[in-house]
């Protein structure tokens, strides 16, 4: 009896089984008849069954920020570096075809508070934007940053220099168009370490405009009491150190300077005269300022110093940022500085290597010129295998083994839309470096620079 139950259930099942079966394959026979003209494109998605939702990889088309995404050309960074001359000649081959190369709206990083967490998941996704090394994390660096336009170009800065222990100051031109601004205060508003400059100024070339949106950021920085160095950069530079490369360097300056300082080369004319904006009327009869010598001679300098040629860019130390702020003699010459020609160039300098000033991390040794790393410029003493502007080598594909050697710590300049794939190499290799802690290359390069030795 038990048996004969079992054989009618089992029956009854298979029965049930095999309905099933024709059913499904009946609506499978007719949905593939009905389609059978494009069957052949129809992709079906696969579906992976996971034990935790969070290992699973978002559909790209969920991304809110796609579109922010720069493109990326078809090169072996990796072979460039190393001097491959048929990847040089694959990479310059696609530089000859672009035409318009392909950018970024200025309007596209418009982002809403809501939008942040979004923005900072796809664009700063990489770990050492969200916890850096227990080394890194005790010597938090300090960055101004200067720019006119190119949002996509400060973008692509600040994801390489961002570490969550720094903090970052952007100077916005006043003469920047309101998209611009909107976009700079939009990306700036989803961090708590990115500030924007409290007061703007209008920069105009050589003149001290271009001194005092770097002194805005300094006094909005220096309110912030846990960094060590402070770096001072435009939008149109890179990095060639990683965040942990820069702190094991500064690390070993032990809270000296790296300013250049020129006692010799320093042209004496920019500071001996008094400069002045004057408007003056171009091609198109509109009235563009520019900065003209007059016959009028100036004072001596305040603090019985001497005026030393310089860099407008440096490493800085926190004590010197406080120095520049707080002496009378550094507040003197500043407003003494106000109608020379180029005062970026000459300030920093001064205060540094007059050593009865006695400048935290002040600069002792009297050669000339300098030893210093904190910029590399080619201002046509080398080969430029870019284009050159204003006497400065804008930095090409050519130039990739030449940078990949350099101590410097910054290299100046870079334009995403005349050379986007130099920009995009040196991008790449910070990126992948940033993710390992190696030791520094060539220490014994920066223990032995003169402001450390004894003189």
Known sequence: MQFTINRRLLRNNCLFFLSVFFILEFIHLSFFKRHDSFSKEIKLPSINILSNNKYQKASPNTKLFQHLQPFYYPISCQNLYESDSDELKHALALLADIKNPSSIADQSYNITK????????????????????????????????????????????????????????????????????????????????????SKQEKVLYATFSRLQADINCMEDLIKYPSWKYLLNAANSELPLKTNSELVKILTIYRGYNDIEGRWKSRNVHRTEYSWQVIDTASGNQEQVPQIRKTDEKKKPPPGNVEIVKGSAYGAFSR??????????????????????????????????????????????????????????????????????????????????????????????????????????????????KSKLDLPLNDATFYRQMPFLLPT
């Not at 284009?387 to 101590?407: A, E, K, Q, S, Y």
């Open 319 to 432: 004590a010197f940022i406080e120095f520049v702020h707080t002496s009378s003699i550094a507040k003197e010459l500043l407003d003494w500085s106000r109608d020379t020609y180029s005062p970026d160039e000459h300030y920093w300098a001064t205060l540094n290597y007059n050593t009865h000033l006695h400048p935290p991390g002040g600069y002792k040794a009297k050669s000339d010129p300098t030893n210093w790393t904190a910029r590399f410029v080619n201002w046509g003493e080398r080969n430029c295998y870019g284009r050159i502007i204003r006497g400065i080598c804008v930095f090409g594909t050519v130039d990739l083994p030449t940078l990949f050697n350099r101590h410097e710590l910054f290299a100046n300049k870079f334009h995403i839309n005349a050379d986007p794939i130099a920009y995009q190499c040196l991008e790449e290799l910070l990126v992948n």
């Open 114 to 197: 809501e939008q942040c967490q979004n923005y900072r998941s796809e664009r700063f996704n990489e770990q050492f934007h969200h916890e850096d090394t227990p080394i890194n994390r005790k010597f938090p660096l300090a960055f101004s940053i200067l720019m006119y336009e190119n949002v996509e170009q400060f973008e692509r800065l600040l994801r390489i220099l961002y570490r969550p222990q720094n903090v970052y100051c952007v100077h916005v031109d006043k003469d920047a168009t309101s998209h611009v601004l909107q976009a700079v205060r939009s990306i700036a508003q989803c961090f708590d370490n990115v500030i924007l400059a």
